[in-house]
């Protein structure tokens, strides 16, 4: 093969895959019906990173560790279905701040994730209050003073531990350049049961690094 076919076949190879890419990113997130999904998945992102975004609210401030980011419908293939309908959000946003780090972020996951419920605001963020605490988090991370090394392994059996109802593969750690950002949880759509995640990667680092809590102080 000649050395401009050769260059050719390279570029077109790797603009191929880009739009593959943006394909499969295209439709993971799909305008859905309301109440058309298989699960829910909870997010639970660790504060010290969710807050350290530039233009975090006050309220996420507040030291904190792990934070409830949105209680989302999900499916067994990966997809999930997002702004799903038009309803005016919950009336009194702010009481759900004592789980959710600030009132944008509540606004943007009734927009987002709620609607595709058939639930009112009202019942929406109760069952992301029913849901946020039906997860105990290991006492290593609620006391953690310094920033320390594990592997994603190390977290989940921390979890394990901590909640020795759930079904293995129920949680998953996700990470962002080396360090610890969110526990995924799975839950059923009816009852809230964790469930093992179909359709969900964690975090694939060989070691991740938890800021604690103390840094936001």
């Not at 076919?5 to 077109?12: D, E, G, K």
């Not at 790797?14 to 943006?22: D, R, S």
């Not at 058309?36 to 560790?65: H, I, Q």
């Not at 310094?146 to 190390?154: F, I, S």
């Amino acid at each position: 093969m000649g050395t401009n076919l050769l260059r050719r076949f390279v570029v077109f190879y790797l603009v191929a895959l880009g739009l593959l890419a943006m394909s499969a990113s295209a439709g993971a997130q799909q305008k859905g019906e309301p109440g058309k999904f298989d699960f829910y998945l909870m997010n639970l992102a660790w504060g010290p990173e969710f807050c350290s975004v530039p233009g975090a609210g006050t309220a996420c401030k507040t030291p904190r560790g792990f934070v409830l980011h949105g209680l989302w419908p999900q499916n067994y293939d990966g997809s999930y279905p997002v702004n799903c309908a038009e309803r005016s959000g919950p009336p009194q946003p702010d009481i759900n701040l004592d789980i959710t780090p600030d009132l944008p972020l509540v606004n943007h996951e009734w927009i987002k994730h709620g609607t595709c419920t058939t639930m009112s605001p009202e019942e929406f963020f109760s069952l992301e209050h029913q849901a946020f605490h039906s997860v105990r988090i290991p006492k290593k991370l609620r006391e953690l003073k310094h920033e320390e090394p594990m592997r994603p392994k190390d977290v989940l059996d921390l979890f394990a531990k901590a909640n020795p109802s759930f079904p293995q593969n129920s949680v998953v750690v996700s990470c962002e350049k080396g360090r610890l950002t969110a526990v995924e949880v799975c839950l059923a759509k009816v009852g809230l049961m964790p469930i093992s995640c179909q359709g969900i990667h964690g975090c694939d680092a060989q070691a991740i690094r938890i800021v604690p809590v103390t840094s936001m102080q």
